[in-house]
């Protein structure tokens, strides 16, 4: 499964599409996400898009037990979030203070999201 690549103001970024997905579709999804950040040399900017997805507490703790932060810490510069509500804010809220990752912002419109992202 490959991600797709936007270019955003000169930035190249990898768009992460979890939309309607469901859970055991969400988990696959980001299996071979890792594994594909995994085959990446250069720095990745990346835009996550969980619109009408659940977030379940099997691919929560996929996130946590799986590498996602090593990875992150390893591959990732910034991560832009979009398609939350209150529940999966809450998971993220958890994710970061676990794992100390203050790269991630949330936005609620892609463009600002991609604007972000370009940045400096």
């Known amino acids: 499964m490959e991600l797709d690549w936007i270019e955003h103001k000169g930035r190249k970024i990898k768009l992460v599409d979890y939309r309607n997905l469901n859970e055991d579709q969400m988990i696959e999804k980001f299996r071979s996400t890792m594994k594909e950040y995994q085959s990446i040399s ?3 900017y990346s835009l996550l898009d969980y619109s009408d997805s659940f977030v379940s507490s099997r691919y929560f703790n996929a996130l946590l ?9 390893d591959k990732i510069v910034k991560s832009a979030i979009i398609g ?4 999966k804010l809450a998971y993220l809220d958890i994710y970061k203070t676990l794992t100390q990752d203050n790269r991630i912002r949330v936005f ?3 463009e600002d999201a991609l604007d972000w992202l370009a940045e400096p």
């Open 65 to 73: 037990t799986e590498g996602a932060a090593e990875t992150r810490r």
């Open 84 to 87: 939350l509500n209150l529940a």
């Open 108 to 110: 609620e419109k892609k």
């Open 42 to 44: 250069e720095p990745i």
